[in-house]
């Protein structure tokens, strides 16, 4: 079984959904409950069963879909994705645990138990055929998910992140379907394996195009500045469940991407194009975290909260060093925990008030004391206090730039600051001050279904705070590997340079050169 | 003065303008099979026109398919023509919109 | 000795986390006396390890792995030395002390509980700080005394100001840990760690300019947690915390914890004696600066305020003199006598419900004994009289100026000893002295709880005796620190320099009295004096509070309104929602072409016909053209 565990963890959601349908209404809960239990225990095995100390995939599996075009099934995981596989099962099981939609809830389950394959599927896949179908397929999901259960505009809001997100992809498709020809023109054999990818050097203008056609796609899932606006709309509309899997996982395709395919196929274009993603990353930190000050709607500071922690993350990811890559793959959880908290706190005062004005609020610090002091963790851990998730995170990833540009490090840097000019007045304007509106004076604290999503994801981002290394260790090894391929494959003198030798031993291991 | 190929070319031509304008201008259904014959047999002049003067039989036997398909052509068009006037009592092009888009 | 270390270390957490688990219930004792008495746990620990550490040994465990990526490796680490024993002490004497005090502080509250929890929170974060053997680890300590000050100075979030106070103490100490972040980043790419003796024994190595960038942004950090200028005006604002709370965090432990980092890293800053002698120099401006503003001012606790931040002046004269043994010993003798005062403070406050200015008091020495002696005790040390522990630590501070030839510094802080006498002296005066001018406001006053003063009284003594420590202070720290003697060449000048300043500080507090002995009336803002303009300028702060609000805080948020209204809504969401209504529209626009009348396909059909010719013209020609 645990030969072709990969398979079981992205089939068996899905299985289940389809035999959801005939599943009694009201013991739906409990059925969408138990299978994402098996499901999320099915990753710990996962976990338990990975090897920390190898670098490379395991618990790979092939099978040949077309061979004539060298399109296999073929997965595999790795430090890079290992975890946020776990992060995709464990954000679905809290999710269907602390749902409080009640209209159509069996049909949300079931679309919901679709999404985890599809998320699941993207981040096991190692050929770029499955990975892009997966990728494509993970939008039909929460399409449903805003477009059904969304606010009032939720019509706007769907199409728009779907036909944005899905522009991206085309252009990454042309891409992978070059990279594809490219490869069988260099080898006489077509291949969309990620890893047969890999061993590919391509010439420096090829890697240029590529990269850009990749970094479209990618751009527009993180999303960077200025394709993010899609992005505040699908949270504003979106029902909670929806907001908090779109910022824990879907996000994280497009940084997981940026390390899974960008880094390490185009290491030249990724030299070039750093330090103007630099100046993106730096703009979205800033820009973003600005508009999230000038926000009313406490739902929309946490969205835009998000778009500038993915900065941090892309700036960390262009460090192109062990030390930022690991910090951007960490905070990749990170935020993940730490968003999708947020975004279910938003969620609780949305449930009672059916508002997320923060001017409608004000003083619940004294009305709704353990909401607001687990709001108040969360916002430390977004904020990136020491000992929280965040703080490790944040502080690799700004160290590992800083070897690549001082001046530009120390901007980035602003984001600690700003960050907490936005979270702490959001803080302020909800939950300090007297209780200034008659109907916030009988709100009822959390709730047991609320704190069985909420209490998991506190430990959690403590947890990791203070003993980050059993996460870190894995992301660590296969982060090493990934540079180092780097290094070796890099053909320009200053990407050599700015790209470290990990291993330190001579260059060169067993890559063949394209003619 | 001898007759050239040009001024074939030049025929052929002028007739395929003719029948272009016809098709354009036309709103009448029957008026418009005239105009595709002139533009049929004013591609019939240039290949005949051509086969002869490069000595290759293939353009005058291409001009023979054409007659004859331009033949069933017609047959076929004026039939469905009869079906159609004996149903609206029309052949106005402009009333014939059951495929707008 | 590791196990007390751990308990040194953990009992505050503890103690703090067993008060939070009754956070949100009504208030139990019970929370007051765990975390009390765990806080007294922690403070005999403290003093076993000084003993031990008096006996010439240190204590240094490292405990786990905390993040380790690459190169980098970075565990919880924690030393005891003889710099940190002593920053220990301090930190466990006057918390222990203070723990003690709010439990009858606090008695009305009804966030007792809640309260434990964070200061007990707060003392572990300073222990953190101070007890780690890392840059990272300090950072750890920094961020989290700065998260605990945020909590306890919004702690009756209820009120805007204090909230607004909270918000503002936070995020300006952010922009200093940028600062900190910064140098930290530099010490690790280029020495390769982040631990204190590593980098401390490599430092030499670097170039100069990188010493220097490192000293300078290391110096950021402190300058914002010790509210140095231009990042001060969050200390005045924070006195909208509960009073313990300023005792323990605004005078005694966090704010001094920039003056621990500067001492801590001594190694890098006796290499670059410039960026010391700027440290020396802003020091000696702030004493300067803030002891302006304590003249005029009539808010008791911010009076008290500017005093320390006055007082956080000196210290960083000396440190950055590179006399670090004498700044740690003014830390710690200011520790004492500050909070001391502070609490004193909180006395008043409390028998005159919460009345701040002390134009409204007079006369409360009648029935405030207990907290009369303490306060005049306490401002006769801060006031630098002997045998008071100020004596002999501000005092050296002067001679450190003078020996190092810094005359004009030595000027500055001399003129400052005479203001913080004389300021000392208006608010004891005001408070205790004259006509009984609470009594026009209805307001009968009471002294505090006996066991209150009782456990204030440990603070007394050391404010009065710390200055009998020094030789043993000296011996101890100069193990770590450079042991640099500051002696006065000539012992004429030694003798007219110390009487001097005794003869200035007891003129400046004759004048307090002999001012404000028989005030009548509170001041109402018609006095020629309250107009004139050196008065205002003083009593707003230099403006400086507004000034930031013009030119920061509204524009960043006017900025904020318009990257989003603007720029975000109408430029970047609109150039997207653009291509796609192009779209949009030209399909729309094209429908026509499929109207299904067949005269207009036709001729878009001979339109198509024509450009197909057209290209297949151009292209052959073009073709040839290349061809040929």
New interface residues.
């Given amino acids: 079984m645990i030969d072709h565990i990969l398979t079981l963890l992205i089939f068996f959601p899905a299985l289940a959904a389809m035999l959801g349908f005939v599943v009694a209404k009201n013991s739906m809960r409990a059925y969408g409950i138990t299978v994402a239990a098996i499901e999320f225990f099915l990753s710990l095995w996962l976990w338990y069963a990975y090897d920390p100390m190898v670098s490379g995939m395991q618990f790979m599996e092939s099978m040949p879909v077309i061979p004539a075009f060298g399109i296999n099934y073929l997965l595999g995981v790795d430090g890079l994705s290992l975890f946020i596989i776990i992060l995709s099962t464990f954000f679905t099981l809290i999710g269907i645990a602390s749902l409080t939609e009640t209209r159509r809830l069996k049909d949300l389950i079931i679309t919901l138990l679709f999404l985890e394959m599809t998320m699941v599927g993207v981040f096991a896949a190692l050929d770029a055929i499955i990975f892009y179908l997966f990728w494509e397929l993970s939008l039909v999901p929460m399409l449903y998910i805003i477009g059904a259960w969304g606010g009032p505009l939720r019509i706007y809001a769907s199409i728009k992140f779907f036909l944005y997100t899905f522009t991206g992809s085309l252009v990454m498709l042309v891409g992978m379907l070059f990279m594809a020809y490219f490869y069988y023109q260099a080898t006489g054999a077509w291949s969309f394996s990620i890893l047969e990818w890999y061993r590919l050097i391509l010439p420096e203008s090829f890697q240029m195009w590529l990269f850009a056609a990749f970094f479209l796609g990618f751009a527009i899932k993180v999303p960077m500045f200025p394709f993010h606006t899609w992005l505040p709309y699908a949270h504003g509309q979106a029902p909670t469940i929806g907001s908090v899997i779109l910022a824990a996982i879907l996000l994280k395709m497009g940084t997981y991407a940026f390390v899974r395919f960008s880094l390490p196929l185009f290491p030249d274009a990724s030299v070039f194009f750093m330090f103007p993603i630099a100046i993106i990353a730096i703009i979205m930190i800033i820009y973003t975290a600005m508009v999230a000050y000038a926000q009313e709607d406490i739902k929309q500071v946490v969205a835009y909260s998000s778009v500038s922690h993915m900065g941090v993350i892309i700036l960390g990811t262009f460090a192109l060093n062990v030390e930022g890559v690991s910090g951007s793959v960490f905070l990749m959880l990170a935020h993940g925990v730490v968003s999708g908290a947020l975004f279910l706190l938003v969620g609780v005062i949305y449930d009672r008030r059916h508002t997320k004005l923060m001017s409608e609020f004000g003083g619940l610090a004294s009305v709704m004391p353990r909401y607001a002091a687990i709001f108040g963790i969360m916002m430390m851990a977004s904020v990136g206090l020491p000992l929280t998730i965040n703080f490790v995170g944040e502080f690799l990833s700004l160290l590992g730039f800083y070897k690549q540009s001082h001046a530009l490090t120390l901007t980035a840097g602003v984001a600690i600051i700003v960050g907490a000019i936005y979270m702490l007045a959001a803080y302020k304007k909800a939950f300090f001050g007297p209780v200034t509106n008659e109907e916030n004076k009988h709100l009822k604290d959390l709730n047991k279904t609320e704190l069985v999503g909420l209490i998991p994801l506190t430990i959690v981002a403590i947890w990791l705070g203070v003993y980050p290394k059993p996460v870190l260790e894995p992301i660590n090894n296969s982060v090493e590997s990934v540079i180092q391929l780097m290094h070796d494959k890099a053909q320009s003198a200053e990407a050599k340079a700015r790209i470290p030798n990990v291993a330190g031993n001579d260059e060169t291991i067993s890559i063949q050169e394209a003619h | 003065m001898e007759v050239t190929l040009t001024h074939y070319l030049v025929l052929s031509t002028v007739l395929f303008a003719i029948g272009l304008i016809g098709v354009m201008r036309r709103k009448n259904l029957l008026m418009l099979f005239f105009a595709t014959e002139i533009l049929l047999n004013a591609t019939n002049i240039a290949f005949a026109a051509i086969s002869h003067y490069i000595g290759d039989l293939t353009g005058q036997m291409f001009a023979f398919f054409i007659i004859a398909i331009a033949a069933s052509e017609v047959a076929v068009g004026l039939g469905l023509l009869i079906v159609w006037y004996k149903r609206t009592g029309k052949i106005d092009l402009d009333q014939m919109n059951s495929m707008r888009g | 000795m590791e196990i007390y270390l751990y308990i040194a270390l953990f009992a505050p957490l503890v103690g703090s986390l067993f008060s939070s688990l009754f ?2 219930s009504p208030k139990t004792m019970i929370t007051g006396y765990v975390a009390s008495g765990l806080l007294f746990t922690s403070l005999v620990s403290s003093m076993i390890l000084l003993s031990y550490v008096m006996g010439g040994h240190t204590v240094h465990v490292e405990m ?9 490796y970075i565990p919880f680490g924690f030393v005891v030395d003889q710099v940190s024993v002593v920053m220990m002490m301090v930190v466990t004497i006057v918390s222990t002390v203070v723990h003690i005090y709010s439990i009858g502080y606090m008695d009305h509250d009804k966030g007792f509980n809640r309260f434990f929890a964070w200061l007990s929170a707060f003392v572990f974060s300073m222990m953190v700080l101070v007890m780690s053997d890392n840059f ?1 680890g300090l ?2 300590g920094w ?2 005394v700065g ?1 605990c000050s ?1 909590g306890l100075i ?1 702690f009756w ?2 009120k ?1 100001s204090a ?2 106070a909270a ?1 503002e103490a ?2 300006m100490n ?2 200093a ?2 600062g900190m ?2 140098g930290i ?2 010490v ?2 280029n020495i390769g760690s982040l631990q204190y003796d590593v980098v401390f024994e490599q430092i030499g190595n670097l170039p100069v300019v990188v010493i220097t960038w490192i000293g300078i942004f290391l110096f950021i950090g402190a300058m914002g947690k010790s509210a140095q200028f231009p990042l001060h005006t969050w200390l005045a604002d924070a006195m909208e915390g509960p009073t313990p709370v300023s005792a323990l965090i605004h005078a005694a432990t966090m704010v001094t914890a920039g003056v621990y980092l500067v001492v801590r890293s001594n190694p890098i800053y006796d290499l670059i004696p410039n960026v010391g002698l700027f440290i020396a120099s802003l020091g000696a401006f702030v004493a300067l600066f803030a002891a302006s503003m304590a003249l005029v001012n009539r808010d008791m606790k911010r009076i008290i305020a500017y005093s320390t931040l006055s007082q956080l002046g000196y210290m960083f004269v000396a440190a950055g003199l590179g006399a670090y043994w004498v700044a740690l010993f003014h830390l710690m003798a200011h520790a004492f006598f500050k909070a001391l005062l502070f609490l004193g403070a909180g006395n008043v406050m409390h028998a005159m419900h919460d009345e701040l200015d002390p134009f409204k008091m007079g006369g409360l020495r009648k029935v405030m004994k207990g907290t009369f002696v303490m306060m005049t005790l306490a401002s006769v040390a801060l006031a630098g009289i002997y045998p008071f522990a100020g004596f002999f630590s501000k005092d050296l501070i002067l001679e450190v100026g003078f020996v190092e030839h810094h005359y004009v510094i030595y000027a500055v802080l001399l003129l400052t000893a005479g203001l913080t006498a004389f300021y000392s002296f208006r608010l004891v005066v005001l408070i205790f002295h004259g006509e009984e001018r609470y009594k026009l406001f209805g307001i009968h006053p009471h002294e505090a709880y006996k066991f209150m003063l009782v456990a204030m009284s440990p603070l007394l003594v050391l404010a009065i005796i710390a200055g009998a420590f020094k030789m043993t202070y000296y011996q101890l720290v100069t193990s770590l620190l450079p042991d640099t003697q500051y002696h006065v060449h000539s012992e004429m000048t030694y003798w007219i320099m110390t009487i001097g300043t005794q003869l200035f500080v007891m003129a400046a507090i004759a004048f307090a009295y002999k001012k404000y002995g028989n005030w009548s009336g509170v001041p109402d803002g018609t006095s020629t004096m309250e107009n004139r303009f050196c008065y205002k300028l003083l009593w707003n702060q230099y403006y400086i509070p507004k000034f930031y609000h013009e030119v920061f805080s509204k524009p ?2 006017e ?3 318009i ?3 603007q ?2 809504l109408k430029i ?2 609109a ?2 929602d653009g291509i ?1 209504n192009f779209i949009y529209r030209t399909g729309e626009n094209t ?1 026509d072409i ?6 207009t396909m ?2 878009w059909m ?1 339109f198509g016909l024509i450009v197909l010719v057209a290209l297949a013209v151009a292209f052959s020609v073009g073709y040839n053209a290349v061809g040929a």
């Fill in positions: 956070a949100s786990m792995t905390w993040m380790a990526t690459g190169d980098l990272a950072f750890i961020e989290g998260l945020w919004g979030y209820h805007e909230t607004w918000n936070f995020i952010r922009i840990d940028l972040l910064i980043f530099m690790y790419w960043y948020g900025l904020s309104r990257a989003w209204k720029i975000d970047v969401d150039i997207v796609a429908r499929q109207n299904g009348n067949l005269s036709l001729r001979v």
